[in-house]
């Protein structure tokens, strides 16, 4: 059974930082790509960052450049460290994993629809 847990979640301001984390448990660690989603209030969820196996990244063009996915091999956890945040960020952010090879040249990286396994979300809050 594969599980994952997020933490980090928080109220911060407009232009403030914040680094959220997801433990992966249950099977072998390097076995997964790992991705960040998002769901804002009223809208779908959104993939926003992909970490594949081999430590290959893409991001969605709404985070590119303020967001950073990153995977620790030896505390078995993803990193989304997120800057520069506005209030179009307020979602709550969810990890997911899949095993690599059912995911590695299909171009669906970012589609929830491409990941078995999921946590169970951590709010992320930004006002002014």
């Known amino acids: 059974q594969v599980k994952l847990v997020e933490s980090g979640g928080a109220s911060v301001q407009t232009g403030g930082s914040l680094t959220l984390s997801c433990v992966v448990s249950?099977?072998?660690?390097?076995?997964?790509?790992l991705a960040w989603f998002r769901q804002r209030p009223s809208k779908g969820r959104e993939g926003v960052a992909h970490i594949d196996a081999d430590g290959t990244t893409s991001y969605a063009d709404s985070v590119q450049g303020r967001f950073t996915i990153s995977r620790d091999g030896h505390k078995v956890t993803a990193y989304l460290q997120m800057s520069n945040l506005t209030s179009d960020d307020t979602a709550v952010y969810s990890c997911?994993?899949?095993?690599?090879?059912?995911?590695?040249?299909?171009?669906?990286?970012?589609?929830?629809?491409?990941?078995?396994?999921w946590g169970q979300g951590t709010q992320v809050t930004v006002s002014s």
């Open positions: 249950g099977d072998h660690y390097d076995m997964f790509s």
């Open positions: 997911a994993a899949e095993r690599w090879w059912l995911l590695r040249g299909q171009g669906r990286e970012l589609a929830d629809s491409s990941y078995s396994y």
